[in-house]
Structure formats: structure tokens, C-alpha cells
């Protein structure tokens, strides 16, 4: 069974900054997908940000520029067992519970994986 466990949400001002932490229970290149996701109250959950396994990065329009997605650069891939979003310049419309994900393929399925969340609050 896959864990994934977030930390590093916080209450920050606008303008600030904020470093999200995903630490996975195995490496993170066992997986095809990692990424971080947020839901504010009363929205539909939303990709922030994705890192593939061969490092291409994917960004959500609104974060462009001011997040970066980011992981655990240990020599041996097999320690390499988290992953990061770097949050500058915050708005208060970040304000969300951010959501770690994990994705793997298995005999011709794609598996998702998610971590409990870690609230973001941004005030204006």
C-alpha cells in the first residue's frame, strides 16, 4: 500500500512563500506521475502542478511563473522518496487544501494515489 504523507501548509500573507513537502512510502521513480493538486471550498479539485518520471514538468496556468515543482535529488534513485512544490509570490485565491498524487501503471490501469492534504491559507 502506497502512502503519501504532505506537510509544510501554513497560514502566510500575501506576497509570501511557502514550500509543500510529499514524502512517499517508496520511491518516487516507481511511480510513472507525481503531482500536487488543491481544492478550495465549494471548487472542484484542480492540477496545480506534475513532474513525470522522465522530468518533464507540467504547470496550471494560474501558478505558472510562481510555483515550482520540484524532487528529492539523492543520489541513489531508489532514496529518492519526495517530492516538493515551491509556492512564491502567494494570493489569497491559493488559498486551498493542497493534495499530493501519485500515479502508477499496473497491468493496463492507472493507479491514483493521494495523500490526506495539507491546508494553504493565504491572507489578503
Known amino acids: 500500500q502506497v502512502q503519501l504523507v504532505e506537510s509544510g501548509g501554513g497560514l502566510v500573507q500575501a506576497g509570501g512563500s511557502l514550500r509543500l513537502s510529499c514524502a512517499a512510502s517508496?520511491?518516487?521513480?516507481?511511480?510513472?506521475?507525481m503531482g500536487w493538486y488543491r481544492q478550495a471550498p465549494g471548487k472542484q479539485r484542480e492540477l496545480v502542478a506534475s513532474?513525470?518520471?522522465?522530468?518533464?514538468?507540467?504547470?496550471?496556468?494560474?501558478v505558472k511563473g510562481r510555483f515550482t515543482i520540484s524532487r528529492d535529488n539523492a543520489k541513489n534513485p531508489v532514496y529518492r522518496n519526495t517530492v516538493y512544490l515551491q509556492m512564491n509570490s502567494l494570493k489569497p485565491e491559493d488559498t486551498a487544501v493542497y493534495y499530493c498524487?501519485?500515479?502508477?501503471?499496473?497491468?493496463?490501469?492507472?493507479?491514483?494515489?493521494w495523500g490526506q492534504g495539507t491546508q494553504v491559507t493565504v491572507s489578503g
Open positions: 498524487n501519485a500515479k502508477s501503471v499496473g497491468a493496463g490501469s492507472i493507479y491514483d494515489y
Open positions: 517508496r520511491s518516487i521513480f516507481s511511480f510513472m506521475d
Open positions: 513532474i513525470a518520471s522522465g522530468g518533464s514538468r507540467n504547470y496550471a496556468d494560474s
